[in-house]
């Protein structure tokens, strides 16, 4: 299972970065990706990246303010977020695929997901 760190509280206008880490030995190989869910939202795609981090993919919503990446080396994706907005406001899932290597953006694509961790912004 994936382990998610770095959220918090913070102003509108700040950053932030999130990390995952898996143990799976096959991590490697196979798509991550990051997903939220607010109190009044259901769970959506936020980034997703390839297995060889060559292959991005954003949600309309984050994109030219979030980037993902990740390090295979050390079993690691990485999600920067600047500009945060109030709307951004949400639990952030980390989501790593056991099939998908293409960097899908459908959650049914991926298998294992991590507790979450909250991220707030006031503005």
């Known amino acids: 299972e994936p382990v998610e760190s770095g959220g918090g509280s913070v102003q509108a206008g700040a950053s932030l970065t999130l990390s995952c880490e898996s143990s799976a030995h096959i991590f490697g190989s196979y798509s991550a990706g990051w997903f939220r869910q607010s109190a009044d939202k259901d769970r959506e795609f936020v980034a997703t990246?390839?297995?060889?981090?060559?292959?991005?993919n954003y949600n309309d919503f984050v994109k030219g303010r979030f980037t993902i990446s990740r390090d295979n080396g050390k079993n690691m994706v990485t999600l920067q977020m600047n500009d945060l907005k109030p709307e951004d406001t949400a639990v952030y899932y980390c989501?790593?695929?056991?099939?998908?290597?293409?960097?899908?953006?459908?959650?049914?694509?991926?298998?294992?997901w991590g507790q979450g961790t909250q991220v707030t912004v006031s503005s």
């Open positions: 989501a790593t695929s056991g099939g998908d290597y293409s960097g899908s953006a459908d959650p049914n694509r991926y298998d294992y």
């Open positions: 990246i390839d297995y060889s981090g060559s292959v991005t």
